[in-house]
Each structure stands twice: as structure tokens, then as C-alpha cells.
T-cell receptor
Framework: DAKTTQPNSMESNEEEPVHLPCNHS???????IHWYRQLPSQGPEYVIH???SNVNNRMASLAIAEDRKSSTLILHRATLRDAAVYYC???????????FGKGTRLSVIA | DAGVIQSPRHEVTEMGQEVTLRCKPI?????LFWYRQTMMRGLELLIY????????DSGMPEDRFSAKMPNASFSTLKIQPSEPRDSAVYFC????????????FGSGTRLTVV
């Protein structure tokens, strides 16, 4: 499986934008980029995914580099509820399980 | 939709006892995954099923672990006999359309083996 590299932790002030980076230099042409987050004492939850183009949904935006070797998850206005571990995961197309790394622990300061 | 339902939420058992964890996936989802999470090892995939058929069980730690999916709406993960090192949070997840519609996780079962 193609690997991803994320910072261990990041900190943000409440109501400010947060940019969470992910490097995936060995990504293949058919790999999808998924972002999941895990709030304290909960299971992981889907945030967003993309292949080549930038993506927006109600939770976040995903910016994918032109060479696809890196991506950034953007939370437009961080809230205390966004404090979680964020995982960047690559999967080939098809019914392939998510393989989790250590992720980035995001702290949000009031 | 009630989401992926796992039971029990918490289980405390004595070493050597049999433990059965249960999962009801989202209706219509055709893939089901079992994960285990510990502080030391993070989230590990144990086994997954497509259309009720086990596809990859290479993550199952030992023969003491077994999983079944008798139908599309139910799966079990059994540990027999249980050991203290099996203490962890066990998550079940389900997906459809190759996961591109998202994988949905349950709330987990926190297992403590004493």
C-alpha cells in the first residue's frame, strides 16, 4: 500500500482556518486520497475524498497537488468540536480496506 | 439510518473466557471490516468480508480469533480463549461502492480482559 506522511500534531485557534498536510510521494495513478477523523471515544468518521481535482463538502475542502504527491485538508473555521485525530489514507479503486497510520492530532484552542 | 451498530459497548471478562462481539452493518452495504485499536498499535485491520465472504484475514492475530458473517446484516468476532493482551477497542465498519461512498464505522466495543 502507498504510504502517507503526516505531522504528529498540530494546534489551531478556534474560528481560524486549519491546513492539515499529507505527503504521499509514492501514490499511483489510480489511488484515491481519503481523509477520516476520529473524535475522542468515537469511531473514525468520513471527512472527504478525492482523486485528482480539489473537492469541497460541508465539512472541509481537499486540495490536491498537481503531481498528486501531496494533499491538504482544509477546515475553514476550526471549532472545539474539530479536535480529533485526522487520518490521510490512500486506497486503490475497488473495495479495499482503509489502512490507518498514526494520523495528525489536532488541538483547537478557545 | 441507525448506522453501524455494535454490541456490547463495553465488555469485561476474565482471562480464558470466550468473548463474542457483534456487528450489524448498514443495510445495503456489501463490505464489512473488523478493526482493533490500542494505544501501542493504533487502528489495525483484522479481517474483511465482501458480499458475506471473508476476503483477507491476515490481520487476525492468532487462531484464538475467528469471525463470521452468516448473512448481509450480521457479523461476529469471537475470541476464545481471551487473554489480557486482547484488551482493546474493536470497531466494525461497512461500505458500499468500493468505499467511495465512504466507510461507516460503529461506536466500537471496549473489551477489557482481566
Amino acid at each position: 500500500d502507498a504510504k502517507t506522511t503526516q505531522p504528529n500534531s498540530m494546534e489551531s485557534n478556534e474560528e481560524e482556518p486549519v491546513h492539515l498536510p499529507c505527503n504521499h510521494s509514492t501514490i499511483s495513478g489510480t489511488d484515491y486520497i481519503h481523509w477520516y477523523r476520529q473524535l475522542p471515544s468515537q469511531g473514525p468518521e468520513y471527512v472527504i475524498h478525492g482523486l485528482t481535482s480539489n473537492v469541497n463538502n460541508r465539512m472541509a475542502s481537499l486540495a490536491i497537488a498537481e503531481d498528486r504527491k501531496s494533499s491538504t485538508l482544509i477546515l475553514h473555521r476550526a471549532t472545539l468540536r474539530d479536535a480529533a485525530v485526522y487520518y490521510c489514507i490512500l486506497t486503490p479503486s475497488g473495495n479495499t480496506p482503509l489502512v490507518f497510520g498514526k494520523g495528525t492530532r489536532l488541538s483547537v484552542i478557545a | 439510518d441507525a448506522g453501524v451498530i455494535q454490541s456490547p459497548r463495553h465488555e469485561v471478562t476474565e482471562m480464558g473466557q470466550e468473548v463474542t462481539l457483534r456487528c450489524k452493518p448498514i443495510s445495503g452495504h456489501n463490505s464489512l471490516f473488523w478493526y482493533r485499536q490500542t494505544m501501542m498499535r493504533g487502528l489495525e485491520l483484522l479481517i474483511y468480508f465482501n458480499n458475506n465472504v471473508p476476503i483477507d484475514d491476515s490481520g487476525m492475530p492468532e487462531d484464538r480469533f475467528s469471525a463470521k458473517m452468516p448473512n448481509a446484516s450480521f457479523s461476529t468476532l469471537k475470541i476464545q480463549p481471551s487473554e489480557p493482551r486482547d484488551s482493546a477497542v474493536y470497531f466494525c465498519a461497512s461500505s458500499f461502492q468500493g468505499g467511495l461512498a465512504g466507510y461507516t464505522f460503529g461506536s466500537g466495543t471496549r473489551l477489557t480482559v482481566v
